[in-house]
């Protein structure tokens, strides 16, 4: 085990740069080609090492010039979309300065939320985004984003010199427009052809044609796909003890149970009616496979503890999450109900003897509710079945969708909440993130309507759209952020500048716009480097 410990931890980043230095080694003689450079071909540098291929071409600018002829409802377009910008820009701002604070203020344990490799929206990189789906919607979103600048230089005169895309290694990371920057920003000896209003819709194009895809992806996605996906009655298994029958038979948490018996099952009474032998034969999908388990052990009921209140008196007697409790002084609970019933029985100051479903039994000296009523102090997911170290309980496939339904009629609190979707997930459903509608999540959904015939196929529209309309939406609101060089950055500097025009001269307007944008892209990126270092430092606090 330490062995595989070094392996993911060192070992895989010393190949990673050893890799990553071969490559560079292979550009080499590319940095300074002429020839390649004939070819639209050239090498990006970090300091003396050539990281990044920019591979441009000239095609496709005739198709700019077509798609910019209306150039007045561009124009419009544009300036409506410049508001949503700034306050896209004052929004995001706020997140990131928020969680720099947080971070600050309570440093967190290193974790998978909070790795360097998960801040950045690489498919495949960050483990949170599904690679196929991810880089669909990543290279629709660079698309998307580029020809926006591009059509709306030429709407504004700008000259395009050229487009294409950036790789690293063989994999593009990148599409760009490349607008000729003296007409587009100007030098100490030739003024910018285009005026700070101009520039500003260049500039914002490309965040409002990100935003104007999220907006029609997730419309699509909240509406007619969401709105064919109907909930199967199934049961997952949520727990695998370590050392347990279970484990050694195979089971892993997040399995949804087929049949047992050869029965099928779509609930907690027909698992326990299945495990009354002592051996039971299962059939459970996981990672998209069917396969044959047995598990060893008979059924018990009970209930889930899923958390555990911090200075309660559950933590103080040691019960720990994910028990199941089957019994209060030797009165058997059953479910919700029976333990509902049991506890209004008692009172402050009482001793009650827990047992759950692993054996063991806690005394808990319970402490008072605003009722009167003894409190143990833990959160509860549901019912549950327990055999063998695995326990069962039933997928909450109609709360989930009810979640999800209710997210764009949130506001704000719905908004934030979908940006965090894909690394949150769910609470007491998907903690570990949602990818989308995958793997074990199509077992216990099925389209209907007009998307039945599609059958499985159908969640290939599902996760299409939701990535698209994600990534595009997180792309967006990053370029927003007013720091050079993004979009939001070049945006910022301009708005600040035309602020201050109407108070002072244009000398000390430059003066003061230079020092405010200076000191807010320090700011940004002071606040991105905390969110990445602040994990490793978190045994201090202030």
Known sequence: MDLTLQLTTVDWLLIAAAFIGLYSIVLLPLQNSERWKKLGITVWCLGPFPLALFLRTTRGLALLDKLSRPKRLWRIVASAGVPLVILSMSYFLAIVLLIAYVMVREPPEPSSYNAPRNILLIPGLNEYIPFVWGWIALLVTMVVHEFAHGILS???????????????????????????????????????????????????????????????AMLLFFGPVIGTISPVDRVISVDVQGGSPGQAAGFEAGMVLLNAGGVEIGSLDGLFSSLKSGTTDLKVLYNGQEQDLQLAGVGMRGIMVASVFGGSPAENASLPAKSIITKIDDVQIGGLEGFRNYMNTTRPGQTIAIATADGRTYQVKLTSKSDGIGFIGIGISGNAVYAGGVSFQEAPSRQFLQVLKAIPTSGLQGFTYLLGLPFAGISGFTEKGFPGFSGWLTAIYEPTGWAEPLGLKFFWIANLLLWIGWINLYAGLFNCLPAVPLDGGHIFRDLVQMAFERVVSVRDAERLTRTVVALLAWLVLTSLVITLVAPFTHWISI
């Open 154 to 216: 030429r709407v504004e005169g700008v000259r395009v010199k050229s487009m294409g895309i950036v790789t690293f290694l063989i994999a593009p990371v990148a599409a760009f427009v490349e607008p000729d920057e003296e007409d587009l920003f100007g030098t100490k000896d030739k003024p910018a052809i285009v005026g700070k209003a101009a520039r500003i819709r260049i500039l914002s194009a490309g965040v409002i044609s990100n935003f104007l895809v999220a907006a029609v």
